[in-house]
Nanobody, 121 residues
Framework: QLQASGGGLVQAGGSLRLSCAAS????????MGWFRQAPGKEREFVAA????????YYADSVKGRFTISRESAENTMYLQMLNLKPEDTAVYYC????????????????WGQGTLVTVSS
């Protein structure tokens, strides 16, 4: 089970840190990722990190502003979001995968319930 948290309302230019806590199993050998879905839009890739933490991937729209990280000992993944923009408003989901194309939702096996991020202008 994955539990995402840390969402909220923030002004443009502000920051938030999302957390994704895993329980029920060890996800240390899983690649993990963040996706988001804005109202009326499809779910889109935000960032991913390999099981070892050695490689990270970002959507162009968040590169340089968001940082994905993980603490395997705590079975937790994070998404630090800086300089937030109104277009970052969405429900953010965490998920885990066993390889595959990490930018594709279809590669992910387990999903969290989502946490809402709202950025006001």
């Amino acid at each position: 089970q994955l539990q995402a948290s840390g969402g909220g309302l923030v002004q443009a230019g502000g920051s938030l840190r999302l957390s994704c806590a895993a329980s029920g199993r060890t996800f240390s050998r899983y690649d993990m990722g963040w996706f988001r879905q804005a109202p009326g839009k499809e779910r889109e890739f935000v960032a991913a990190i390999t099981w070892s933490g050695a490689s990270t991937y970002y959507a162009d729209s968040v590169k340089g502003r968001f940082t994905i990280s993980r603490e395997s000992a705590e079975n937790t993944m994070y998404l630090q979001m800086l300089n937030l923009k109104p277009e970052d408003t969405a429900v953010y989901y965490c998920a885990c995968a066993r390889g595959g194309v990490l930018r594709s939702p279809s590669s992910y096996l387990y999903w969290g319930q989502g946490t809402l991020v709202t950025v006001s202008s």
